[in-house]
């Protein structure tokens, strides 16, 4: 499954990630990791969620950042859900379609969850995302 949050700055989307991240390790049979641009949240996620910092790492684009996924998920066969917070923070706007549809061949194939929260108008949501919002 792959959930986007789309909207605005300010709209609240990193605190419904946060949420639902806290909401979800609970339950969790398996591992839970959070992907963010910076430190920010860290402290906002319950301790049990594996909080990762993608500007730690040499990540630059769409592909580089899938293959960090596939990555991260590769070395714990237990993750089951992965929250990306600020996709386009991350990699920019380039790429995104191409990025979704590995990530969608990717989620089916490894049975993942995906949250992920991109900045945009709302009013403009790209056709290749809305069948995920």
């Known amino acids: 499954m792959i959930k ?14 946060l949420e639902n991240a806290n909401e979800i390790v609970v339950e969790a049979k398996g591992n839970v990791v ?3 641009d910076s430190n920010e949240q860290l402290m906002k996620l319950a301790r049990e969620i594996r909080f990762v910092n993608v500007m730690d790492y040499p990540v630059k684009g769409t592909d580089a950042f899938l293959g960090f996924i596939c990555g991260i ?7 089951e859900t992965i929250f990306i917070d600020g996709l386009n923070y991350i990699v920019g706007d380039a790429g995104l379609e191409a ?3 590995g990530l969608e061949t990717f989620e089916k194939q490894n049975n993942l969850s995906f949250f992920i929260s991109i900045n945009g108008d709302e009013n403009n949501t790209p056709a290749f995302i809305k069948k995920f919002i």
């Open 99 to 101: 990025f979704f549809k």
């Open 34 to 36: 959070y992907i963010d």
């Open 73 to 79: 998920a590769s070395q714990n066969y237990d993750i």
């Open 4 to 17: 986007v949050f789309y909207g605005k700055k300010g709209t609240g989307k990193t605190k419904h990630m």
